[in-house]
């Protein structure tokens, strides 16, 4: 029997480990590939580990790529925006879900549930149609607006089953005191949900990081692109690419979401687990 058990155990650390191999094993490559020649890349027989590692990718990065560093600030710059509306926008709208109840709740609840059925690409000719009519093209402005729509149903959903979790009593209890929805709202439910809150800045943020439809579709001035989209178009030439410059570029792309994640995981992860099983 305990044979069979110690068997069992390997047999599932061995998965795990498959698993994790499989994940990370991305990962691996785009950054040892970052201190790789270019030439080195090309080989027709891959090397797991660079013959000579080198760090000149970095530096030609740094020095002679000034345009990844527009696209990098136009990419903090939406990307922030786009979660700091969002949450707020989710707040409310959260809010008023969960505690106004009224015929037409369920058919709000399917509206949101229904529109993440579709793609992304299928919206997006009318939303460049309207955008254009607003004269919201090529701006940063009708960009965080067009990312915050496509945020804002699933964060509202998220949003009003935190809400849910609070009881009505703490609020009774408040406008007996004499306080108002909104006062009731902002100084004794939202504390209360700051977890979900966490969850729906976190979740936007890294989701409009690495956005490239929106961005390729309402953006064609080259200084207002955003990462994604800026590199797409800038680095992947038509006959050959720098592999080495583009992993290099992915690798420092990916840094600032690796530093979100590592310092809020627990309260991403806590609101997320939190909200799907309280709601």
Same mark, same amino acid.
């Given at each position: 029997?305990?044979?069979?058990?110690?068997?069992l155990s390997a047999?599932?650390? &061995?998965?795990?480990?498959? !698993?994790?191999f499989f994940?990370?094993?991305p990962?691996y490559?785009v950054?040892i590939?970052s201190f790789?020649?270019?030439?080195e890349?090309y080989?027709?027989i891959?090397?797991f580990?660079p013959d000579?590692?080198t760090?000149?990718s970095? !530096?030609?990065?740094?020095t002679?790529?000034?345009?990844?560093f527009?696209?990098?600030k136009?990419?903090?710059i939406?990307?922030?925006?786009?979660?700091? !509306?969002?949450t707020c926008?989710?707040?409310?709208a959260?809010y008023?879900?969960?505690?106004?109840?009224?015929k037409?709740?369920?058919?709000v609840?399917?509206?949101?549930l229904s529109?993440?059925?579709?793609p992304v /690409?299928?919206?997006m000719?009318?939303?460049?149609d309207?955008?254009n009519?607003?004269?919201?093209?090529n701006t940063?402005?009708?960009l965080?607006?067009a990312?915050t729509a496509?945020?804002?149903?699933?964060t509202v959903?998220?949003m009003?089953?935190?809400?849910d979790?609070?009881p009505?009593?703490?609020?009774e209890a408040a406008?007996?005191d004499?306080?108002?929805?909104i006062a /009731?709202?902002?100084?004794?439910?939202?504390?209360?949900v700051?977890?979900?809150?966490? &969850? /729906?800045?976190?979740?936007?943020?890294?989701?409009?990081?690495d956005?490239?439809l929106h961005c390729i579709?309402? !953006?064609?001035?080259?200084s207002?692109?955003?990462?994604?989209?800026? /590199?797409?178009?800038r680095?992947?030439?038509e006959l050959s690419?720098d592999w080495?410059?583009i992993n290099t570029i992915s690798?420092?792309?990916?840094?600032?979401?690796?530093l979100l994640f590592?310092?809020?995981?627990k309260?991403?992860v806590?609101?997320?687990v939190?909200g799907a099983?309280?709601?």
């Amino acid at each position: 029997m305990k044979e069979r058990n110690a068997l069992l155990s390997a047999g599932k650390w &061995a998965l795990l480990i498959l !698993i994790l191999f499989f994940l990370l094993f991305p990962l691996y490559w785009v950054l040892i590939t970052s201190f790789k020649t270019n030439m080195e890349a090309y080989r027709a027989i891959p090397t797991f580990f660079p013959d000579a590692p080198t760090v000149e990718s970095y !530096i030609k990065l740094f020095t002679e790529n000034n345009d990844f560093f527009v696209y990098y600030k136009n990419n903090f710059i939406v990307s922030g925006a786009t979660a700091l !509306i969002t949450t707020c926008l989710a707040i409310l709208a959260g809010y008023g879900l969960s505690r106004f109840h009224f015929k037409w709740n369920g058919i709000v609840v399917a509206l949101l549930l229904s529109s993440q059925m579709f793609p992304v /690409v299928s919206r997006m000719i009318s939303l460049y149609d309207l955008m254009n009519k607003m004269h919201l093209i090529n701006t940063l402005t009708g960009l965080v607006f067009a990312l915050t729509a496509a945020m804002l149903p699933f964060t509202v959903m998220l949003m009003s089953s935190f809400f849910d979790s609070v009881p009505t009593a703490v609020e009774e209890a408040a406008y007996v005191d004499g306080a108002s929805r909104i006062a /009731v709202l902002w100084r004794i439910v939202v504390p209360l949900v700051k977890p979900g809150m966490l &969850a /729906v800045g976190i979740y936007s943020f890294l989701m409009t990081w690495d956005d490239y439809l929106h961005c390729i579709t309402l !953006i064609q001035n080259d200084s207002l692109r955003t990462m994604s989209a800026g /590199v797409a178009m800038r680095y992947l030439g038509e006959l050959s690419y720098d592999w080495s410059l583009i992993n290099t570029i992915s690798i420092i792309g990916t840094v600032p979401m690796l530093l979100l994640f590592f310092f809020f995981q627990k309260y991403m992860v806590k609101g997320l687990v939190a909200g799907a099983v309280k709601g």
